[in-house]
């Protein structure tokens, strides 16, 4: 089969992370965190020919979800797919962090939810969904096995030296360290971690040196 390939696109003004995959060869895709500049996004998706077929989010913190509006009106078969946890996060403007702000947004409603076990599958790639709160409640990520490779879409969960936020109203360092532990920590070493803000970065240089939840802060496994 062939090989998944992966843009990322972007957007200002909190250098969010918006990631396009898709298989070389053919014109299907998915688009991961639509960020607050979907022109952006909707350029790269022209300029490649590209079908946007699902839209998946990682958790439902404004930065993250704000162009989901302008990808599914272009393309409105293209299912809008959260952690169910996070899916009123969408339309309610205070729990999506953009009302305290002082600039509401809502996303049009989710088209289906997932949970942790789950297997997304959408333009020829399958994403095994993995809970993982702390950041957000109902935050999740996404795992796709291709070929040799492993990547991990991985919201704000862990960075590259750092971690998410765990300030929020349904944020839980406790929490986001055990899903960073048993559902990150856990995957293969060289597994490429594609964070929502920042450089990419790998599991095993985050065990070696992440100074919040790698060997550095305690780590043992």
Do not use: W
């Amino acid at each position: 089969m062939a090989e998944i390939n992966v843009l990322r696109i972007v957007s200002m003004p909190f250098d969010e992370n918006t990631y396009v995959l898709y298989r070389e060869g053919l014109a299907s895709c998915v688009v991961v965190d639509p960020g607050l500049e979907p022109e952006k996004i909707v350029e790269v998706l022209q300029e490649r020919k590209l079908e946007v077929v699902a839209i998946l989010n990682t958790h439902g913190h404004s930065d993250h979800i704000a162009g989901n509006g302008t990808i599914k009106r272009l393309y409105p078969d293209a299912p809008l797919v959260i952690g169910y946890k996070d899916a009123e996060k969408l339309t309610d403007p205070d729990k999506n962090l953009s009302g305290p702000f002082g600039l509401p947004l809502v996303s049009p409603e989710e088209d289906e939810t997932v949970k942790g076990g789950d297997t997304y599958s959408a333009a020829e790639i399958d994403f095994e969904v993995r809970e993982t709160p702390g950041h957000s409640i109902g935050h999740v990520i996404f795992v796709v096995k291709d070929g040799s490779r492993t990547i991990v879409l991985g919201g704000d969960v862990l960075f590259k030296g750092s971690i998410g936020r765990t300030d929020f109203p349904d944020g839980s360092f406790a929490d986001l360290k055990r899903a960073i532990e048993e559902e990150i920590f856990t995957l293969p070493k060289d597994a490429i971690v594609l964070p929502g803000h920042g450089p990419a970065t790998t599991v095993g240089d985050e065990i070696a040196g992440n100074p919040f939840v790698g060997k550095p802060a305690g780590y043992k496994g």
